[in-house]
């Protein structure tokens, strides 16, 4: 095992891709060496070793970004595109939404699109509302693209190594609050199945589901929860879509009770589909009502007051989790 952040495992799993297959190559702003690797640095050292042909700086444009990684990925190359923020790929949501997640449908499984969007966001360090949004809702309501959200170095280096490997588009969503959290990572790590979710604690009276930032504040709720008696099991799901349905409704089934805790805005957000889901398979096993907790319905504050008080706390997350044992 080795010990790296978020940022590292990023940076040692494009190394180990881009050695692997030189059809993998890199677009993004300001990501050569000369530029500082991109916006935190997680590309450092791959022009270097690679070459400017592989890692391509564009200009200051998401469609330029978008629209040549589509055209690269179905010419049979495999590219990772970096969207400096994920409020970033709404310029570009035509050829996200209408392109890149329908060419493999609208061509009768002709072709595929091998892209992984790579893109920043996470609320609590004052960038703002056109900054900091969570928008992994708005992809995985749309049919054809993966939508993935780590929580640790070892997910950041595995999941990010199947996206790569994927035969169609993936969106690999990073935060603030993980990519500097450091963790341990086995030397050897390899892929990590997508849609497959990690049961971090197995517990028997509520099972809590999570993911990114908040997969860290679920953590922190636990100590509080143990010493209240209770017995909480907490899903990482690790990837929004498609969601490990069936690790999901197992738990539920043997908990009976539910708490699901993002950090993007509660309403329509994706707590809304996995709580429907299991009221709908689980009709009459539960215990109490699936509890949700998340953004509310406004933009990011910059306040650091308001922005604190926009994100759900562990001291919430034990309070929801209270209030639904009664």
């Not at 200009?59 to 994920?86: D, H, R, T, W």
């Not at 539920?252 to 429907?276: D, L, S, Y």
């Amino acid at each position: 095992m080795v010990k790296m952040n978020g940022l590292q495992a990023i940076n040692a799993a494009m190394f180990e891709a881009m050695e692997a297959d030189p059809k993998v190559l890199v677009l993004g702003e300001d990501i050569a060496d000369r530029e500082g690797g991109g916006v935190t640095g997680t590309m450092r050292g791959l022009s270097t070793k690679f070459g400017d042909h592989r890692v391509c700086t564009t200009p200051i444009s998401e469609q330029a970004i978008i629209g040549a990684a589509i055209g690269v990925a179905i010419n049979g190359y495999k590219p990772v595109a970096e969207i400096m923020l994920m409020n970033f790929t709404t310029v570009a949501m035509d050829m996200i939404f209408n392109h890149a997640a329908k060419l493999r449908f609208m061509s009768g499984g002709q072709t595929s699109v091998p892209l992984t969007i790579r893109t920043l966001t996470g609320a609590g360090w004052q960038t703002a509302g056109q900054h900091a949004d969570h928008l992994e809702g708005w992809f995985a309501h749309a049919a054809g693209i993966k939508v993935v959200c780590p929580s640790n170095p070892a997910d950041y280096k595995g999941l990010l190594l199947s996206c790569i490997q994927d035969p169609d588009p993936c969106l690999f969503v990073e935060t603030g609050g993980t990519l500097f959290v450091p963790g341990e990572v086995a030397v050897d790590q390899g892929p990590i199945p997508l849609g497959k979710a990690r049961i971090v604690q197995e517990g028997t009276d509520v099972t809590i589901i999570s993911y990114s930032t908040m997969m860290l504040r679920c953590q922190a709720a636990l100590a509080g929860l143990a010493e209240a008696g209770i017995s909480a099991e907490l899903i990482d799901l690790r990837t929004i879509s498609p969601w490990d349905k069936q690790a999901v409704l197992d738990s539920a089934a043997k908990t009976g009770r539910v708490v699901i805790v993002h950090e993007a805005v509660r309403n329509f957000g994706p707590g809304a589909e996995i709580a429907a889901t299991i009221n709908e398979e689980l009709y009459g096993q539960l215990k109490g009502p699936v509890r949700r907790l998340g953004g509310p319905y406004s933009p990011v504050p910059f306040s650091k007051p308001l922005e604190d008080a926009f994100l759900v706390t562990p001291e919430q997350i034990v309070e929801a989790v209270k209030g639904l044992m009664g």
